[in-house]
T-cell receptor, first 112, second 113 residues
């Protein structure tokens, strides 16, 4: 079946540091890939997405590139802020019904 | 934010009692989903709906049932709650299609004692 693996957290960084959160996937076929972010006490929000190989999704300074050869979709940001502290989820979708398969989530803590 | 309301936001119940969680949307989206969130597991799909009266099982459907009698409402029922169903439950909606994003509600925290 399909699965998503994320690096375990928490990831603790100082403000303005570079962020990478690794995500790899296993899927039969060519999925769409997503990153969602969850702030405390809230539901998940779509951060960015990519729908085919070599696509780059970007939003709010975050980027991720769909790498079919390595089945990866790593999340990066050049300079994190305290307000980026949240839990980040990588996910894939294979079907028209858009049922997402999620990774376990990675908690990011950014210190001033 | 997408118009999704989950109720209640918090509930404590005893083992063996029935519980119903409600999800209400104002977006007229075709697809609705129930996920549960547990530490280390991310979110796992319980059930989903692709239209009024059209529902199907997800990855962790045992012990849960759903109903969708109107486009805007999707109910999740635990017929006889167990401690393993203590979790945070999220409703999500989507217009459908593999590229359409899901929009999530703010969750219901359920504790089964």
């Amino acid at each position: 079946g399909n699965s998503v693996t994320q690096m375990e957290g928490p990831v603790t960084l100082s403000e303005e540091a570079f962020l990478t959160i690794n995500c790899t996937y296993t899927a039969t076929g060519y999925p769409s890939l997503f990153w969602y972010v969850q702030y405390p006490g809230e539901g998940l929000q779509l951060l960015l997405k990519a729908t085919k190989a070599d696509d780059k999704g970007s939003n709010k300074g975050f980027e991720a590139t769909y790498r079919k050869e390595t089945t990866s979709f790593h999340l990066e940001k050049g300079s994190v802020q305290v307000s980026d502290s949240a839990v980040y989820f990588c996910a894939l979708s294979m079907e028209a019904g858009n049922m997402l398969t999620f990774g376990g989530g990675t908690r990011l803590m950014v210190k001033p | 934010d997408a118009g999704i309301t989950q109720s209640p936001r918090h509930k404590v119940t005893e083992t063996g009692t029935p519980v119903t969680l409600r999800c209400h949307q104002t977006e007229n989206h075709r697809y609705m989903y129930w996920y549960r969130q547990d530490p280390g597991h991310g979110l796992r799909l319980i059930h989903y709906s692709y239209g009024v009266k059209d529902t199907d099982k997800g990855e962790v459907s045992d012990g849960y049932s759903v109903s969708r009698s109107k486009t805007e409402d999707f109910l999740l029922t635990l017929e006889s709650a167990t401690s393993s169903q203590t979790s945070v439950y999220f409703c999500a909606i989507s217009q459908g299609g593999g590229n359409s994003p899901l929009h999530f509600g703010n969750g219901t925290r359920l504790t089964v004692t």
